[in-house]
């Protein structure tokens, strides 16, 4: 072993993460936990410490970490074929892509697969600009797609921007952020006015023509913001009006996460163009732009993704999805993400000055903490976020943040989580309010 690589502690293994990774890659928690193991839903750190996973490597891990059957399927692809690009067929990638065909909405049925969910959006913008001819496109506010120079200038999130826009063409409308209207209105009196105010948007700051929409059906990194059911039927509507194409950013809400297999499904809209990442191969990386055969023919130059579709990856997929239909996962994300639901709510009754909103769907809630709710003073209280991960951490609970201000706890266990661990969550929340007494 190389001089220096030896690392027999957690306080060894914090140092040199320190010393080697960038200071741009934080970790939660004052004294971060070095994992070691992962096991069903529970991850072991590196002193032997069990905890619940309720974050599930932000979204990834959709049916337990080290499934079995996931594991067996990744090891046997492993022993004949680990990687050859995309210049080969293959069958676990032929198998996928068939698969996501016939899952996907509407008539959605071209795959190209990625590596990552920044990857695959930034296809899905170059498909929509192609198909489209037109270059504008509108994002949302809050919202969040991923790293590389496009990927950065279509999020609304000054978190997460290293740079100032780099790409003009990229247009950011009000987020449908109920709790935190951004035209001060209530919701259902509204009129649902944050989706109208995307038509003035294109009239005011493009040409009029646009290649499209590019947004979660739930924002993921912006604190699990949850529109109305009604509000991207109308978006939709607009852009298509515009000339432009609806692309739902699934790389979160999708494959049963929201208790429907896509997100977009509780507005009742067929998007024109699906990218998936995060919980498609149970942690193994892996993205995917699926779409029209029109849209997907307008690509005529030779395009390649080295890892997209790496066969490893594909037969993790391949099994992660077969779990998820056979075992209903779906339909458990809904019920449990009711209980779940329930569960906060109550929670929420006995400290109404901090915790200011609870969102979400299915296996994807949010809880928004504010200064003091009870006298509407919704400053946003990351302090208290703060203190509820450290809290909970002790008692054995992960859980995630989020959020422009950092003030959003976000909560999004493996789907086939149970009622058993749903409850041992909500008690250990339960305990770590109270603490702040």
């Avoid at 969102?359 to 509820?388: C, H, Q, S, Y």
């Amino acid at each position: 072993m190389e001089k220096g690589l030896i690392m027999n502690s957690e306080q060894s293994v914090r140092e040199k993460h320190n010393e080697y990774l960038f200071d741009a890659v934080k970790n939660f928690y004052k004294e971060p936990l070095v994992i070691t193991d992962g096991k069903g839903f529970h991850v072991y750190d590196c002193n032997g410490e069990k905890y619940l996973d309720f974050f599930g490597g932000i979204l990834t891990v959709s049916v337990g970490h080290a499934n079995d059957e996931v594991n067996a399927a990744a090891i046997a692809q492993i022993d004949r074929l680990t990687h050859i690009s995309s210049l080969y067929p293959t069958v676990p990638v032929v198998e996928l892509a068939e698969r996501l065909s016939n899952t996907a909405p509407g008539n959605l049925e071209k795959v190209f697969f990625n590596a990552s969910g920044t990857e695959a959006d930034e296809t899905a913008v170059m498909l929509a600009q192609l198909y489209t001819g037109n270059s504008e496109l509108i994002a949302l506010r809050h919202g969040y797609s991923g790293r590389s120079i496009l990927a950065q200038s279509l999020t609304g999130h000054s978190t997460w921007r290293a740079l100032p826009t780099q790409v003009s063409a990229v247009k950011h409308a009000v987020s449908p952020y109920c709790y935190r209207c951004p035209i001060n209105l209530d919701y259902p009196d509204c009129g649902i006015a944050c989706a109208n105010d995307v038509e003035d948007l294109i009239k005011t700051t493009t040409t009029g023509n646009i290649a499209g929409i590019l947004a979660e059906p739930i924002q993921g990194v912006g604190g699990f913001i949850t529109p109305p059911d009604e509000y991207f039927g109308i978006v939709a509507d607009i852009v298509r009006n515009h000339g432009g194409i609806f692309i739902s950013d699934e790389v979160q809400t999708g494959f049963g996460r929201t208790g429907k297999t896509w997100g977009i499904e509780h507005s009742k809209v067929e998007p024109d163009i699906i990218t998936v990442a995060k919980g498609i191969a149970n942690g193994m990386p892996l993205a995917a732009v699926i779409t029209t055969k029109d849209i997907s023919e307008t690509l005529k130059k030779s395009s390649i993704s080295t890892f997209g579709g790496n066969p490893v990856s594909c037969a993790a997929a391949n099994s992660t999805i077969e779990i998820i239909n056979r075992d209903n996962l779906k339909e458990n994300a809904e019920k449990m993400g009711i209980i779940l639901m329930d569960g906060l709510k109550k929670i929420q009754s006995e400290h109404k000055e901090i915790i200011g909103d609870l969102r979400g769907k299915g296996l994807m809630i949010g809880i928004e903490l504010v200064k003091d709710e009870t006298n509407k003073d919704r400053t946003p209280n990351p302090a208290a976020v703060d203190i509820l991960m450290e809290e909970t951490k002790k008692r054995g609970l992960l859980i995630g943040r989020g959020g422009l201000y950092g003030n959003c706890v976000r909560i999004a266990p493996a789907l086939n989580i149970g009622k058993e661990e749903i409850y041992e969550c909500l008690s250990i929340i339960s305990k770590s309010f109270k603490s702040f007494n």
